[in-house]
């Protein structure tokens, strides 16, 4: 039976764009321990590319990354002060290494021999260990469990066969936990912190929410115990629990220091290598937490970078005040940055010219103890947990119809539709831009500006076209979610001020001519005032407009984007390229307004087929 053109492209669209029902989301996102499956795809994306290519190499020269390596378990591991007696104390903490760093390695290049590797060297310490003695027993525990925390979490969760998972996850719940969640209030501050990262580590891989919780108890009671900042009052603030409970006790626990400015830490005052370790480890716990919808980075942000740009900028040469440690500081500091910069720099914002400088000059940094690898895993990395929020689209169909689809920014994948609409908008149009979840305006080739009011997503209702006004002969539209609505015409562009959500022809006002050469394919907008087009030899061009002959012009891209036909932005730096053969592909641009081309990475796909439309917006500033 031939079908006529119209039932036809219903049933492809339904067919090719059909979602299940979404399942119940896990307790715990996995993996989730230090790195995401987000992030290291993103690493993936960037082997090539540096500081990540350095990393690479690096690691990969390593002796833990050596298919030849080779375990050395035991059942007691005997750990005296500074691991004297050393009795299987370095030899767990690099075999936990070793398996974390073929775990990366097998997620980065889908040689399962890394796997295996990884699973023998996990399956050995499984056999036979069974507990860790002498004084410094609990930070052992704390530098293991936190990388086979890591390797185990990597390993079951993306890739099958590991057949003793269960009963490596029995000795991390029986031998390395109950040290770990107990804390230890009394040591210098890197200890509990250090063992609590291994402790919300491994209370995740386990999906123990009450270990995770009293993790997190942990961490937020030592942190303000750990870095000082003037609103604590004029002593810092006692770990809880400890047996510090005077101000000559909290003094000397602080190694002696009585002035107290903002970033200082309990250790500055004993050494900054120390100090780092304790910096790592918070900024350890608050990535794992965000990978599971817990921001403790809203908490620590503050006395995390005026930590990290303190002892940095003491590090490199800053003069040390006689009032701080008495003039002298012991200069270690070590490669312990890189996963709290990117996350305060990177991600958050902030100046941190002094920590800027000493990560960018360490890179890349190896692996000691607990810390392994992290300029490949976290440096510039922008996942926390990935973009956060919905892109909604509508499309129009040949026939007139209109469609409706949401995507999850964070992993690409359809969350509902396309929803097809009976009705038909009743005119052929040209151009299109949303302006909210239930506002689109459209033109049509006789210049006239249409307002589409919808009134059901679910069954994608809309009441009858609007007519505006004429004058609007634009092949392009997109709307920033600003109160600025952009149109092309012949290559000149023009912005509009909108002055409501569901604007009527007076709500759209100050016809401002920009410029011309803005001869574009397509249009999206990516911000308040920020519009990405593509041209048709293929080039991907940002632009900031600020006013009438006012722009600044941003080439991403030199060729190679000329296959798209509709280009959607809805922020948060995610853009999707739709092409004719109905594929549509998604990108993160990590910081979408600096104008750089080397932190533009593709995604993948979101369909390979199926979307037919003839236009498509997306709803702008819905994903952040």
């Given at each position: 039976?031939?079908?006529?053109?119209p039932?036809?492209?219903?049933?492809?669209?339904a067919a090719?764009?059909?979602?299940?029902?979404?399942?119940?989301?896990?307790a715990?996102?996995?993996?989730?321990?230090?790195?995401?499956r987000?992030?290291?795809?993103?690493v993936?994306a960037?082997?090539?590319?540096e500081?990540?290519?350095?990393?690479?190499?690096?690691?990969r020269?390593?002796?833990?990354?050596?298919?030849?390596?080779?375990?050395k378990?035991?059942?007691?591991?005997?750990c005296?002060?500074?691991?004297k007696?050393?009795e299987?104390?370095?030899?767990?903490?690099k075999?936990?290494?070793?398996?974390?760093t073929?775990?990366?390695?097998?997620?980065?290049t889908?040689d399962?021999?890394?796997a295996?590797?990884?699973?023998q060297?996990?399956?050995?310490?499984s056999?036979v260990?069974?507990?860790?003695?002498?004084?410094?027993?609990?930070?052992?525990?704390?530098?293991?469990?936190?990388?086979?925390?890591r390797?185990?979490?990597?390993i079951?969760?993306?890739?099958t066969?590991?057949?003793?998972?269960?009963?490596?996850a029995?000795?991390?719940?029986?031998?390395?936990?109950p040290?770990?969640?107990?804390?230890?209030?009394?040591?210098?501050?890197?200890?509990e912190?250090?063992?609590?990262?291994?402790a919300?580590?491994?209370?995740?891989h386990?999906d123990?929410r009450?270990?995770?919780?009293?993790?997190?108890?942990?961490w937020?009671?030592?942190?303000?115990?750990?870095?000082?900042?003037a609103?604590?009052?004029s002593?810092?603030?006692?770990?809880?629990g400890?047996?510090?409970?005077?101000k000559a006790?909290?003094?000397?626990?602080?190694?002696?220091?009585?002035?107290?400015?903002d970033?200082?830490?309990?250790?500055?005052?004993r050494?900054f290598?120390?100090?780092?370790?304790?910096?790592?480890?918070?900024?350890?716990?608050a990535?794992?937490a965000?990978?599971?919808?817990?921001?403790?980075?809203?908490?620590?942000?503050?006395?995390?970078?005026?930590?990290?740009?303190?002892?940095?900028?003491?590090?490199l040469?800053?003069?040390?005040?006689?009032?701080?440690c008495?003039?002298?500081?012991?200069?270690d500091?070590?490669?312990?940055?890189?996963?709290g910069?990117?996350a305060?720099?990177?991600?958050?914002?902030?100046?941190?010219?002094?920590?800027?400088?000493?990560?960018?000059?360490?890179?890349?940094?190896?692996?000691?103890?607990f810390?392994?690898w992290?300029?490949?895993?976290?440096a510039r990395?922008?996942?926390?947990?990935?973009?956060?929020?919905?892109?909604?689209?509508?499309?129009?169909?040949p026939?007139?119809?209109?469609?409706?689809?949401?995507i999850?920014?964070?992993?690409?994948?359809?969350?509902?539709?396309?929803?097809l609409?009976?009705?038909?908008?009743?005119?052929t149009?040209?151009?299109?831009a949303?302006i909210d979840?239930?506002?689109?305006?459209?033109?049509?080739?006789?210049?006239?500006?249409?307002?589409?009011?919808?009134?059901?997503?679910?069954?994608?209702a809309f009441?009858p076209?609007v007519?505006?006004?004429s004058?609007y002969?634009?092949?392009?539209l997109?709307?920033?979610?600003?109160?600025?609505?952009?149109?092309?015409?012949?290559g000149?562009?023009?912005?509009y001020?909108?002055?409501?959500a569901?604007?009527?022809?007076?709500?759209?006002?100050?016809?401002?001519?920009i410029?011309?050469?803005?001869?574009?394919k397509?249009?999206?907008?990516?911000?308040?005032?920020?519009?990405?087009?593509?041209?048709?030899?293929?080039?991907?061009?940002?632009?900031?407009?600020?006013?009438?002959?006012s722009?600044?012009?941003?080439?991403?891209?030199?060729?190679?984007?000329?296959?798209?036909d509709?280009?959607?932005?809805?922020g948060g730096g995610?853009?999707?390229?739709?092409h004719?053969?109905?594929?549509?592909h998604?990108?993160?641009d990590?910081?979408?307004?600096?104008?750089r081309k080397?932190?533009?990475?593709g995604q993948?796909?979101?369909?390979t087929?199926?979307?037919?439309?003839?236009?498509?917006?997306a709803q702008?500033?819905?994903?952040?």
């Open positions: 039976m031939r079908l006529s053109r039932l036809a492209v219903s049933m492809l669209v090719a764009l059909a979602v299940p029902q979404p399942v119940q989301a896990a715990f996102k996995h993996p989730g321990v230090l790195v995401s987000a992030q290291l795809d993103f993936k960037n082997l090539g590319n500081p990540w290519k350095s990393a690479w190499n690096s690691m020269s390593s002796s833990y990354a050596s298919l030849s390596y080779t375990a378990p035991r059942a007691t591991v005997n005296g002060p500074s691991s007696p050393d299987g104390c370095s030899d767990e903490r075999d936990a290494m070793a398996a974390y073929h775990a990366l390695q097998w997620y980065l889908k399962d021999r890394y295996k590797k990884a699973i060297i996990m399956d050995a310490w056999a260990i069974s507990q860790h003695t002498g004084d410094n027993a609990p930070l052992q525990t704390g530098w293991a469990g936190a990388n086979f925390s390797a185990a979490e990597l079951k969760h993306t890739y066969g590991w057949t003793q998972a269960a009963r490596f029995g000795k991390l719940r029986t031998v390395y936990l040290t770990l969640i107990a804390g230890r209030p009394n040591n210098n501050g890197n200890w912190l250090i063992m609590t990262d291994a919300i580590g491994i209370a995740v386990l123990d009450a270990s995770f919780d009293r993790a997190v108890a942990t937020r009671g030592r942190l303000p115990a750990y870095i000082y900042l609103t604590d009052g002593l810092p603030k006692a770990p809880p400890s047996k510090y409970d005077t006790e909290i003094i000397d626990y602080w190694h002696g220091q009585t002035t107290f400015v970033g200082l830490t309990q250790e500055t005052c050494d290598w120390h100090t780092g370790w304790g910096l790592a480890a918070i900024s350890h716990v990535e794992t965000g990978h599971q919808g817990v921001d403790l980075y809203a908490t620590a942000k503050h006395r995390l970078r005026l930590a990290m740009d303190l002892h940095a900028r003491l590090q040469g800053g003069t040390v005040p006689s009032w701080l008495g003039g002298k500081v012991t200069k500091l070590g490669e312990h940055f890189e996963v910069y990117n305060l720099n990177h991600r958050l914002g902030y100046a941190m010219p002094s920590a800027t400088k000493w990560v960018e000059q360490n890179r890349p940094v190896g692996a000691s103890h810390l392994g992290e300029t490949l895993t976290h990395n922008p996942h926390f947990g990935g973009p956060k929020g919905e892109t909604l689209v509508y499309g129009v169909l026939d007139g119809r209109l469609t409706y689809t949401t999850n920014a964070a992993t690409g994948r359809r969350t509902r539709g396309a929803v609409s009976t009705a038909t908008l009743g005119f149009p040209k151009a299109m949303t979840a239930d506002t689109i305006l459209v033109t049509d080739a006789e210049g006239k500006l249409y307002r589409i009011d919808v009134t059901s997503r679910d069954s994608l009441k076209p007519l505006l006004g004058g002969p634009h092949d392009l997109a709307y920033d979610g600003a109160g600025h609505l952009f149109g092309i015409t012949n000149t562009l023009h912005r001020t909108v002055t409501a569901q604007p009527a022809l007076d709500d759209i006002t100050d016809n401002i001519v410029g011309g050469g803005f001869t574009l397509t249009l999206t907008a990516t911000g308040a005032d920020w519009i990405l087009g593509t041209t048709a030899g293929g080039q991907l061009i940002s632009y900031n407009i600020s006013g009438a002959g722009w600044k012009r941003y080439q991403l891209r030199d060729s190679t984007w000329q296959g798209f509709h280009l959607l932005s809805p995610v853009y999707y390229g739709h004719p053969n109905g594929s549509v998604r990108y993160l990590i910081n979408p307004y600096d104008g080397d932190d533009l990475i993948g796909t979101v369909d087929e199926g979307w037919v439309q003839t236009l498509l917006s702008p500033a819905t994903v952040t």
